[in-house]
């Protein structure tokens, strides 16, 4: 009873953040000014609750029982690279000029950089078709935890879930959504140290536990037969199947994918100046090891409780659901009050993530697409489309979030994991070449830009239908051309196993390299926009004058 | 370190540990670095543009 107590309970703070920061917007001049009297706290807290969603949680670290410790690799890279470089390569750079372009979106960031309505068009389409998969892998991640901790059917708690964020989202959640992010993420924060705590003390100490993970190592071997599994507290073999989906889908795929986010960029753009930005390094960093280091660490440690209690592997006792590992961990192993704070926990990481989703999808179909690149600027009927957007959005994620699991539940895919990592891939393929471009130099023209989105999305899309076992096999499309799971399947190069390398191996660097191959093939920018797109950008301290309206 | 001995694996431990307390000293040291407003809303032209801002973000 207390359970749903407190659930009900959060909620309600939730929703009175939500609208003490949504009031808060109207009263002030404006949006912009309320975020200059925004504490960095706040700021890093969104960017982090934004960041980590129940995918890192759930799905990576129930990847983590699979694979092993191994994964801090990863914990490692979405701080160094997800935080340090981005804030400080990307983030200012990005808020100064998307305050010089007057940009409120990534793909209309890049549109106006670029001076492309087409870039901004193509981008809003490509995050529309593929933010549903990323935003559904996040529903199944909460859908899964509250079927367990409910005793609830899978379809059931997916249907009621859904229905509690679509109201969020469409009741307003968006607004004041700084406010609600931080709240969640300070419940994410102290969730995780104390599963922490509780999983180290319960399994006799920090050294104890990591010992017996390494004892295990004939078991993780036994139950991953040919994979290059060699334990869980060891990395798998080099060059074997489970190296590959490490190295090149889940560290690489994520570590590096982070930095091309539409969604993340965004959160760029609405604070007010650099200090702000270096402040919440500080807590971005802090926030990133406790929520995912913790749940990596643990997740591998979860072998170590299971073999205790029947002499199993976590994989073998959530019956081949990798992502079924966690909730079966915390509703098992923790006491029961600790059920209801990760239930909290999880809902916050949700909620927050899929807000900042949906308003992605929404703003690209309808901002970026229709009423920029479609309509040419001339804005009626746009907020319709957004809405109807945002609609179509929550409904497609949800009927993934439904197949996928009907698809690959209990066969051993880290379905949420993978969904994550494809996400990622496609946005680092197509944006991260000229997003990074850019913002970071002035002689990547528009051509290059556009040719190098073309190409990194293209390569990304051929090399998951047609090479990629993983993806190839299960969409189908390969069989019916070709009468076979993958193009490269078995093929091996050296150390290379082809059918595993991830799409972000092959279509980053080819992105790359068509990005800057095509702009130095044409003719710079004229150097009045880069002058425009430039003002202040890089510098210590600017001379604070914005250029004049744009022309429309 | 810590009871793990594959160097692959504790390293990624302590390099995440580092990394972290790199971005608290980062933090730390440029804890007052910048302006705290480096654009004046006061001008016409910017209240302007903050105003159709946040007629946007209301729509959207």
């Given amino acids: 009873m207390w359970t749903y107590t407190v659930v009900v309970l959060y909620l309600f703070i939730t929703a009175w953040l939500g609208w003490r920061g949504y009031r808060g917007t109207r009263t002030a001049l404006d949006y912009l000014v309320a975020g200059r009297g925004v504490h960095p706290y706040i700021m890093a807290m969104s960017y982090g609750a934004t960041f980590i969603s129940t995918s890192a949680i759930i799905g990576f670290g129930g990847a983590a029982a699979v694979f092993g410790m191994g994964l801090l690799w990863l914990v490692f890279a979405n701080i160094f690279v997800g935080i340090f470089l981005a804030f400080i390569l990307f983030g200012d750079r990005t808020r100064r000029m998307g305050y010089n372009l007057e940009a409120h979106t990534f793909p209309e960031l890049m549109g106006n950089r670029f001076d492309s309505r087409f870039i901004q068009g193509f981008s809003g389409v490509v995050i529309f078709l593929f933010m549903p998969l990323y935003t559904s892998v996040v529903i199944i991640g909460a859908a899964k935890f509250i079927a367990t901790s409910f005793g609830l059917d899978y379809q059931v708690a997916l249907f009621g879930f859904s229905t509690l964020i679509a109201v969020y989202v469409i009741m307003g959640g968006l607004k004041g959504v700084m406010y609600t992010d931080a709240f969640q993420g300070s419940i994410m924060l102290v969730g995780m140290l104390f599963l922490l705590f509780f999983t180290y003390r319960m399994l006799g100490g920090v050294t104890a536990s990591h010992r017996a993970l390494a004892d295990l190592a004939p078991l993780a071997r036994e139950v991953f037969p040919g994979t290059g599994q060699q334990g869980w507290a060891s990395f798998p073999l080099f060059g074997s199947r489970f190296w590959w989906v490490m190295v090149s889908t889940l560290i690489m795929g994520v570590g590096i994918g982070v930095l091309a986010q539409p969604q993340l960029a965004v959160r760029f753009m609405t604070v007010r100046s650099r200090r702000e930005l270096n402040r919440a390094i500080l807590i971005g960093g802090i926030f990133i090891l406790v929520v995912v280091g913790v749940v990596y660490v643990v997740g591998a440690l979860t072998n170590v409780y299971f073999f205790r209690q029947a002499g199993r592997a976590s994989i073998q006792a959530a019956a081949g659901d990798v992502d079924e590992i966690i909730p079966l961990f915390i509703s098992q192993a923790l006491p029961g009050w600790f059920g209801v704070l990760f239930l909290l926990t999880l809902i916050s990481a949700a909620m927050s993530t899929i807000s900042s989703q949906f308003h992605a999808v929404g703003t690209s179909i309808g901002r970026d697409f229709f009423e920029k690149s479609l309509r040419r600027g001339r804005g009626a009927g746009s907020i319709a489309v957004t809405r109807l957007g945002i609609l179509a959005g929550i409904v497609f994620s949800v009927f993934l979030g439904y197949w996928l699991e009907r698809r690959f539940g209990g066969t051993g895919t880290a379905i949420i994991a993978r969904g994550t990592a494809i996400f990622f891939g496609i946005c680092a393929a197509a944006f991260l070449p000229m997003y990074a471009g850019g913002l970071l130099t002035r002689r990547i023209t528009r051509s290059g830009a556009i040719a190098g989105m073309l190409s990194g999305l293209g390569s990304a899309l051929f090399w998951l239908l047609f090479m990629h076992l993983k993806e190839s096999s299960a969409l189908l499309l390969c069989r019916e051309l070709f009468g076979r799971d993958s193009l490269v399947e078995g093929v091996r190069t050296g150390f290379i196993v082809w059918d595993q390398v991830d799409p972000i191996c092959v279509a980053l660097p080819l992105s790359l390299l068509v990005t800057v191959g095509v702009s130095l093939a044409t003719s710079p920018p004229p150097a009045a926009h880069l002058a425009r797109c430039f003002a202040g950008v890089g510098r210590k301290r600017s001379p604070g004058r914005r250029p004049g309206p744009e022309p429309s | ?60």
């Fill in chain 2, 1 to 60: 370190m810590l009871g793990l001995e594959a160097p692959s694996i504790w390293l990624a431990y302590l390099l995440s540990i580092l990394a972290a307390l790199l971005c608290v000293g980062y933090g730390i040291a440029a804890w007052n670095r910048g302006a705290k407003t480096e654009t004046p809303d006061e001008e016409p032209e910017v209240r302007e543009w903050v105003k159709e801002e946040k007629e946007i973000e209301e729509e959207l």
